[in-house]
């Protein structure tokens, strides 16, 4: 291990560390920590944004002569009057064609990504030749679904039948998200014992190196 490789290990123990920190409470390390990772993202992003975006989807594509690009182009300048308050109503066109492509991106996106395999979903046979888990699991996601929706029915009072039924859908909301919790809580407990074990192997290991 040379020296610009154990210089990297304690740079990134160090920044580790410093964000850790926080745990016992806010100071200046922490602080200074944060500021270096917010700079260095948004140099990042920047750069990133330079390359993938205004070079490689409009400038050089302009001078290979899709010049049509060169409207895209004022709207994406047209965003910067917001920093002349004089000017500021410009930028107006060009925010809203941004929502309008992105909400419209946005709703197919969600129409195939989630509304119709969960129709699919439903309309599955209840017999399944796979066995009685696959048959238990259908029926499960029928009630499921189905409850689900009668709970956000208000147009009627949840009372007997359409009471009990709610109370079910409910149950279901309530799993739904204690699964997406759970989901988030392993991502984030698997980044910190990443965190741990390259403290733990490269920062401490690296000890051996220096002494």
């Given amino acids: 291990m040379n020296f610009i490789e154990i210089f990297e290990i304690w740079v990134i123990a160090f920044s580790t560390l410093a964000l850790f920190s926080f745990l016992y409470k806010d100071n200046p390390i922490y602080k200074l920590a944060e500021h270096i990772f917010a ?41 910067f009057a917001r920093f002349f308050p004089k000017f500021s109503w410009v930028s107006r066109t060009s ?38 888990a696959a048959t238990f699991s259908s029926i499960i996601v029928i009630i499921g679904v189905i409850s689900t929706l009668i709970y956000f029915y208000f147009s009627k009072e949840h009372v007997g039948a359409l009471g009990v039924t709610a109370k079910v859908g409910i149950w279901f909301i309530m799993i739904s998200f204690g699964a997406h919790f759970g989901y988030t809580v392993m991502g984030r407990v698997s980044l910190l014992i990443g965190r741990v074990q390259f403290l733990y192997e490269d920062w401490i290991g690296s000890f051996s190196q220096i002494f």
């Fill in 39 to 79: 700079g260095l993202s948004a140099g990042y992003y920047v750069g990133l944004i330079w390359d993938t975006v205004i070079l490689q989807q409009l400038w050089n594509p302009m001078l290979d002569g899709r010049w049509w690009l060169i409207f895209p182009g004022i709207l994406g300048i047209l965003m």
């Fill in 95 to 132: 925010l809203a064609f941004v929502m309008a492509t992105t909400a419209g991106i946005f709703l197919i996106s969600q129409l195939h990504g989630l509304v119709l395999p969960q129709l699919k979903a439903t309309m599955l046979p209840l017999v399944s030749d796979a066995g009685i």
